[in-house]
């Protein structure tokens, strides 16, 4: 049972990523929307747009550098990963990538793996390509395009799909 949110707050689904390379593992720790529509999303499309030609490096920066469109409180940019030194405790969702080299255009998949935990379980990981994380991602996005038509009393939500080119499978 969860508790009670009397000021009515937004809640969190936090998520981690791990990024490991040769003898490195990185760990990445985000706070909000790391459900596979949006975290998922996001990850994959920032590695199909930079490890291919630029490698696991461009890929990790590009992530680092990646902030929310409102300023914090005080006013400084509020960057959606933060790095950390391991798995959290309270994390729902988690997505590990296994790339061959560092430097630029090597930043090859070796194996990616994405991992579930339900509320009050324990985290589950499953291999898969990146077209089975794609249709996961698809297939969460449908649900929540859905969900806001429903809401917003319109026919269709515009959450967009997310497809992997074939040079990346290959």
């Not at 992530?63 to 929310?68: F, H, N, S």
């Not at 515009?158 to 080119?165: D, H, Q, R």
Request: charged content about 25%; some cysteine.
């Amino acid at each position: 049972r969860l508790a009670p949110n009397p000021k009515r707050l937004p809640m969190s689904t936090r998520s981690n990523i791990i990024i490991k390379c040769g003898e490195t593992t990185l760990h990445l720790y985000r706070h909000w929307d790391g459900y596979p529509a949006e975290t998922g999303a996001h990850l994959l499309e920032t590695f199909l747009d930079t490890s291919k030609s630029l490698g696991a490096n461009a890929f990790v920066r590009a992530l680092l550098a990646d902030c929310e469109d409102e300023p914090g409180p005080n006013g400084n940019p509020r960057y959606r990963y933060e790095v950390t030194s391991g798995l959290h405790g309270d994390i729902e969702h988690a997505y590990s990538f296994t790339l061959q080299e560092w430097g630029s255009g090597a930043g090859s998949l070796i194996e990616f793996r994405y991992g579930r935990r339900p509320i009050g379980g324990e985290l589950t990981w499953q291999e898969m390509p990146l077209e089975s994380f794609a249709e996961l991602v698809n297939s969460d996005r449908r649900a929540i395009n859905l969900n806001i038509a429903r809401l917003r009393h319109i026919e269709e939500a515009a959450y967009p799909m997310i497809s992997v080119p074939k040079e990346v499978t290959s």
